[in-house]
């Protein structure tokens, strides 16, 4: 197979929102709609289920000969200068009669990568791996990351051995027990030795760079490449994306107790030292550093 792709029992009003398959009788995928009309979804036969369910994307697996194609054309053509998607670019050109007609609206850059992708994915061999009813779980935004792990969710019941009433959520982290975390809160990576106080409903991931660590913190529910605001913090003309906002430090414990202090200041601080944006800790991190940090806490 090229591609295995994992599809869900979904509901119209999610559908509608997501990739949706067209399968034929024995479920060969025959087309990909991204985010269809109703009038879209009744054009096409094999989209309804007999459940009065359609069968929405999620997770999937490309083989090694497709993957060693799309990193030799980025090679060539890096860096890339416009934004492109994973699923609604790699999903419609799959299956056997897919609707290519898209490739006409999208001019430039834009449109020249998804002519790539057509090309290089048409005939590919597609499995679909059925998962059902109650199965479908969107994890597009932190809300519904905390929401899917939490105790009493669908997604924790089938896939969460134990019990758990924790409140919020760590992720390869080695904290002070007396650390102070609030409600709904997601860290990632962290490193606290003493006690410091996080906030409720706030994102903190910490990424080894170069020289040091950067952590990087910001409440769940913004949307980073539009919020215009920091804490107490404007960002002007810059998104929360690319605002230089973060220090770095030599240890994950001073990266993160530095960004909690600027969180928590009024606004006015001046910072002497060059600050980075998130775009640029995530252009800059050491991936190999970051996965033997994840390694050492295998089996705990």
């Not at 050491?286 to 089996?299: I, N, P, Q, T």
């Amino acid at each position: 197979m090229d591609f295995v792709l994992l599809a869900h029992h979904s509901k119209l009003e999610v559908a509608q929102g997501h990739g949706v398959f067209v399968v034929d009788e024995a479920n060969t995928l025959q087309t990909v709609l991204q985010k269809p009309t109703p009038a879209e979804l009744l054009a096409y036969p094999g989209a309804k289920l007999k459940d009065d369910c359609y069968l929405t994307d999620s997770a999937y697996w490309i083989n090694w000969d497709i993957g060693k194609k799309l990193t030799e054309e980025y090679a060539a053509k890096r860096p890339i200068q416009c934004e492109l998607c994973c699923y609604s670019d790699f999903m419609r050109p799959l299956g056997k009669t897919p609707d290519l007609r898209y490739l006409d609206e999208a001019p430039g850059e834009k449109g020249s990568w998804q002519q790539f992708y057509a090309s290089t994915f048409k005939g590919s061999r597609v499995g679909l791996m059925i998962q059902g009813t109650n199965t479908f779980f969107h994890f597009g935004t932190s809300n519904e990351y905390f929401q899917h792990c939490a105790p009493g969710s669908e997604f924790y019941k089938k896939f969460i051995k134990g019990s758990s009433t924790r409140e919020h959520l760590e992720f390869y982290c080695s904290i002070d027990p007396k650390t102070v975390i609030g409600y709904g809160s997601i860290l990632f990576d962290v490193v606290i030795e003493s006690p410091v106080e996080v906030p409720e409903d706030i994102l903190i991931f910490t990424l080894p760079v170069d020289d040091g660590y950067i952590t990087a913190l910001f409440p769940v529910s913004v949307d980073i490449k539009n919020t215009t605001s920091w804490g107490l913090h404007p960002l002007h003309s810059n998104s929360l994306w690319s605002a230089p906002l973060f220090p770095m430090r030599a240890t994950r414990f001073e990266s993160i107790r530095a960004t909690l202090q600027l969180w928590n200041s009024d606004g006015h601080q001046d910072i002497p030292e060059k600050l980075y944006s998130i775009s640029e800790a995530i252009s800059a991190c050491e991936v190999a550093k970051l996965v033997k940090h994840r390694l050492e806490f295998e089996g705990q």
